[in-house]
């Protein structure tokens, strides 16, 4: 189970959980993103021992996706839209020809962190060599091993086969040992990649989250999830594995942009919805536009607490954790067709909109309040808008749903509930059923 620490201490929380671990070699997998938004918070911890060779994972090959057709049911991307424009890039298309497993050669993805990284030695070795046993030896400082970066593509583009595959060769160069650990630190991506990379190098070693969104915050970081997506499916390739520990500041969110805040926030609200009224109604009417920070402190403090006592319950979802899927068969759908169209949705404004589908379902089917349906409809197309798509591809939405890893014998198995927190899983629906909630979700208000 996660030892989850909500802390504004992290330097001091983060250097007891080392102590604890006491690594043979310390490496750090982050984002290029959040290595510029965050790294600078915590680069000079002691703990974190002196930097010493980056090795950046950034020139991982993505796979073009196919243009967006002109007949997108998607929105157009806007200022304050979720949906990012097609891009060059898809990494949910099938494995190129060339093995992404191919040893480090001299085309390895492994670079050298670039001069204007922000990765400045501690010391006055290069940062620029490669990492190896022997360099990260010398760099020992108050009793740490020196942390070697591992730095990938931002945004769930980088959450491949490649991408693993590169973090592995890191490791493997870096001279990781089973006694070895990596601290992720990032959103969701890093966090879900950065765990399979650590439970799966050498059989597993062991991992600490320093998570960076709101999203990996209340749900990402917790719980032992860990994974790629594959072949256009998200999450398709994990283990289930738990950090060592996980630390949470919400400082790190003052950098974060509102639609990745507002991305979060669509899990704090199911947890809303599947814990109790009050926190519920809390979250609903908390202002995003003027952000209190400590409040969200608090928030965030409750809202992980949801998570924790539900995995806790149930680590493997045999049961009670697949009410953490409330909202997700749908939003799932929703995600793929648009990855599938060359456009990405922010996982939890997928979310969002999926938990109106299940809410329209948990009404007509479990009596769910339909004046708390109407609340939450309201306030996820206030805050998330609205993921257009016309009555042609439900077919497609549903066989999407097919795919989802909580079915059984070819049902697909929703979580709905009876009222909050009264919660009623695996529930089947029938084809005209999820029809049905499609179209309430289009046009039912
Ligand atoms: N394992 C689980 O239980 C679980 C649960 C929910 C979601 N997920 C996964 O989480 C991922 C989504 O996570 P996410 O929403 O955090 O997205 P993300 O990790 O892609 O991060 C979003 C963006 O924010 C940037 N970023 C991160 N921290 C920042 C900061 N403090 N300031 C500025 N920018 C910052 C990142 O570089 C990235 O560009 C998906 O892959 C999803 O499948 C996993």
Known sequence: MNNVIISQHIEKELQAAIQRISPDRLFVLTDSTTLTACWPVISTFPCLGAVCGGLSAASVPVVPAPPASDSSPLEPASASSPLKPASDSSPLEPASASSPLKPASASSPLEPVSASSPLEPASASSPLEPASASSSQALVRGGFPAAKMITIPPTDEAKTLDSLSAVWTALS?????????????GGGMVTDLGGFAASTFKRGIAYINLP?????MVDASVGGKTGINFRGLKNEIGVFNAADTVILDTHFLRTLDMQNLRSGYAEMVKHGLISNTQHLAELLTFDLDRLDYARLQQLVGESVAVKQRIVEEDPHEHGIRKALNLGHTAGHAFESLAMAEGRTVLHGYAVAWGLVCELYLSATRCGFPVQLLRQVTQFVRETY????FDCKQYDRLYELMTHDKKNTAGHINFTLLADVGDIRINQTASRDDVFEMLDFYREGN
């Open 212 to 216: 960076t969104t709101l999203l990996a």
């Open 385 to 388: 808008g609205q993921f257009l």
């Open 173 to 185: 160069e870096g001279g990781a040992t089973r006694h070895s650990l990596l601290i992720n630190l």
